[in-house]
Nanobody
Framework: VQLQASGGGLVQAGGSLRLSCAVS????????MGWFRQAPGKEREFVGA????????NYANAVKGRFTISKDNSKNTMYLQMDSLKPEDTAVYYC????????????????WGQGTQVTVSS
């Protein structure tokens, strides 16, 4: 299973970006997909996840109400729409697959994509 994340860039505070994560195939280990981020000098943290079968989502409190995760089954792609971006959202963003959104929320991913840099200027 391979994941390809894209869409990062530089944006001003208050702006928006949309990240994409394409997965090469779905197996039992890809029941859910999620986004994580890691800022310089900080540990990787959970951002949000989506269940591939029914689209149920969960989000970290820090992004709830500003970020939205969606998917396109026909394209095997997950998206992260990031609105009202803040400088503290600056990080490398990673996508991952997992057995469930709950397990992803605990950091338990099965496969990981390469990161994409998001920089929010103040």
């Amino acid at each position: 299973v391979q994941l390809q994340a894209s869409g990062g860039g530089l944006v001003q505070a208050g702006g928006s970006l949309r990240l994409s994560c394409a997965v090469s195939e779905h197996t039992f280990s890809t029941y859910a997909m999620g986004w994580f981020r890691q800022a310089p000098g900080k540990e990787r943290e959970f951002v949000g996840a989506i269940a591939w079968s029914n689209g149920n989502t969960n989000y970290a409190n820090a992004v709830k109400g500003r970020f939205t995760i969606s998917k396109d089954n026909s394209k095997n792609t997950m998206y992260l729409q990031m609105d009202s971006l803040k400088p503290e959202d600056t990080a490398v963003y990673y996508c991952a697959t997992g057995w469930s959104t709950e397990r992803l929320a605990k950091g338990n991913g099965n496969y990981w994509g390469q990161g994409t840099q998001v920089t929010v200027s103040s």
